[in-house]
């Protein structure tokens, strides 16, 4: 290996991010709603379930963040959070509220179970555990070190795709995980995999990456197979 490749890799090793990687289930339920779920939520006790084209979403994923083991600092403020997806479609290209929604809670305090919908989906508490060595892939690491050096050397190649972890299913913090292109690591939150448990899917297999601009702006996007 060159010693220009050799660098740049030791480079993306330095830049490597820690991430709370989620399980589902594997234990017994815990009776506490204020927990981190899939396919489960709370809200404020006048909250309904948000609504698309006149039907009601449902809790696709909740995040009780004093329970991660790593914490985005995007949710350093927020107590819980709540994903919410609608039972139609895949809400590609809408913006937040339209066919999907984040609600954020500063506090636990009230929150109260949200009412069960209708749903082909399996509740399952959830179990956070961390690492430190989730890398960026391919296109994501052009954004982090130059590669041109890798690009050109076979053994370097090699060690980028081999030497490197780069978890994928649902996580908060570390770097979205690539399927088709490049996500953008900046603003970068949280994915949800899909979950073979719970049985939601993004398309074929498919990964839905949510960011959070400083301001406090939720956008996602999604990559399947």
């Not at 963040?65 to 709540?82: G, I, M, N, W």
């Not at 508490?125 to 982090?144: K, L, M, N």
């Not at 690591?185 to 899909?194: A, E, I, K, P």
Request: glycine share 10%; net charge negative; with cysteine.
């Amino acid at each position: 290996m060159n010693p220009a490749a050799r660098a740049e890799l030791d480079r993306l090793r330095q830049a490597q991010r820690s991430a709370s990687l989620a399980t589902a289930g594997g234990f017994r339920p815990p009776q506490d709603p204020l927990t981190s779920w899939f396919a489960r939520g709370v809200g404020l006790p006048h909250e309904t379930l948000p609504a698309f084209e006149g039907t009601a979403m449902f809790p696709l994923l909740q995040i009780r963040v004093s329970e991660l083991p790593f914490v985005p600092p995007q949710l350093r403020d927020v107590a819980l959070l709540v994903l919410f997806q609608n039972l139609s479609r895949h809400p590609f290209d809408r913006p937040h509220g339209d066919g999907w929604l984040i609600r954020e809670y500063a506090s636990v305090d009230g929150l109260v179970l949200l009412p069960e919908v209708a749903r082909p989906f399996r509740p399952f508490p959830i179990r956070w555990s961390r690492v430190d060595d989730d890398a960026p892939g391919w296109e994501g690491a052009w954004e982090v070190v130059d590669l041109t050096a890798v690009n050109e050397d076979e053994a370097a190649s090699d060690a980028f795709f081999d030497d490197f972890s780069r978890h994928m299913g649902t996580k908060a913090g570390g770097y979205p995980y690539e399927i088709q292109h490049g996500v953008g690591h900046h603003d970068f939150v949280f994915q949800v995999g899909s979950e073979e448990k719970v049985g939601w899917m993004w398309g074929d297999n498919g990964i839905g990456y949510f960011h959070r601009s400083p301001g406090g702006q939720w956008r996602w996007e999604c990559q399947f197979y």
